[in-house]
């Protein structure tokens, strides 16, 4: 699968148009289009910008794995992923919380997950 397949289920997956995913990375639909129906290739600026957005890694985009995740399945992936600031304050957070903050927050999650869809 090419780049711009990739690109484009990725965007289509959330429903999002075009322009929403070009303001998002600072370039003009146009040029998202020419990525998309690979045309054009993305700096490496502008790829690592999609790949967060999409939160998916350069890796995924580029083909060069079918594994979705920034963070990869490896040992040095995992490290990554438990050093994330935001992931370790969660990680302190919620065992100190009580049911009723754990039961909105999987309805939060729940809401999320369900909107991208």
């Known amino acids: 699968m090419s780049l711009g397949v990739r690109l484009k289920k990725e965007r289509e997956k959330r429903n999002w148009s075009q322009v929403d995913v070009a303001k998002k990375v600072g ?18 600026e502008i790829l690592k ?9 350069t890796d995924f ?3 060069r794995t079918n594994n979705l995740s920034p963070y ?3 040992e ?3 490290q990554k992923a438990i050093s994330d600031p935001d992931l370790k304050r969660w990680h302190s957070e919620l065992p100190n919380s009580d049911e009723e903050d ?7 999650w729940d809401i999320i997950k369900n909107a991208e869809k």
């Open 27 to 44: 370039i003009t639909n146009a040029v998202l289009s020419n990525y998309e129906r690979d045309y054009r290739d993305p700096d490496t």
């Open 49 to 57: 910008k999609l790949a967060d957005l999409y939160n998916v890694s």
């Open 72 to 74: 990869g399945n490896d």
């Open 61 to 63: 985009l580029l083909g």
């Open 76 to 78: 040095e992936g995992f």
């Open 102 to 108: 754990l039961r909105k927050l999987r309805k939060m």
